[in-house]
């Protein structure tokens, strides 16, 4: 069975802390892992999708990386503005199957 | 920037009572879905749905459960008696290739008394 791992739940950083949160996950021929973020009462925003270890992309503060096991999300020099929470998701197989969701980090930025 | 619209944004259903959760996937989308998210817990799968017909489902996804694309632009999700435990945030997501990430709705919130 598929599974998604995210650590840690919560994590509370003062504006300008860098810090990475992390997604292991386990799954039969994995076809993309994918980082979302969402706000309360809304959606997932779609930030990252990553298909192969050693894989990185930027936007802005953020940048996600995927080994063979895991995936990383760093945050550089956050903002109040980037406190949300971030989701991590994987694609498994082939053809049209679903998302496997983590539970999620919930992030606080403080001023 | 092209987005994915549903209705309504919050529910409220007794219990026993047909429900029915809209959504507009972005125009151009092939490929529609919805998950469920119970609060404070992970988001589920629930249906996947291209071609007219339901590629794959989840085991919440019983015979109380049913999708409907009724007119090429709406796509919907009809519960037909609902249980208290349906009680949920309701997300449709929809992609225009297999390989493209799913873009989500702000979800409706069901609510069963």
């Known amino acids: 069975e598929d599974q998604v791992t995210q650590s840690p739940e919560a994590l509370r950083l003062q504006e300008g802390e860098s810090s990475s949160l992390n997604c292991s996950y386990t799954v039969s021929g994995l076809r993309g892992l994918f980082w979302y973020r969402q706000d309360p009462g809304k959606g997932p925003e779609f930030l990252f999708t990553l298909y192969s270890a050693g894989e990185e992309k930027e936007k802005e503060r953020l940048k996600a990386t995927l080994t063979k096991k895991e995936s990383f999300l760093h945050i550089t020099a956050p903002k109040p503005e980037d406190s949300a929470t971030y989701l991590c998701a994987v694609q498994a197989g082939s053809g049209n199957t679903p998302l496997v969701f983590g539970k999620g980090t919930r992030l606080s930025v403080i001023a | ?113």
């Open chain 2, 1 to 113: 920037e092209p987005e994915v619209t549903q209705t309504p944004s919050h529910q409220v259903t007794q219990m026993g009572q047909e429900v029915i959760l809209r959504c507009v996937p972005i125009s151009n989308h092939l490929y529609f879905y919805w998950y469920r998210q119970i609060l404070g817990q992970k988001v589920e799968f629930l249906v996947s749905f291209y071609n007219n017909e339901i590629s794959e489902k989840s085991e919440i996804f019983d015979d109380q459960f049913s999708v409907e694309r009724p007119d090429g632009s709406n796509f919907t999700l009809k519960i037909r008696s609902t249980k208290l435990e349906d009680s949920a945030m309701y997300f449709c997501a929809s992609r225009k290739e297999s390989n493209q990430p799913q873009h989500f709705g702000d979800g409706t919130r069901l609510s069963i008394l």
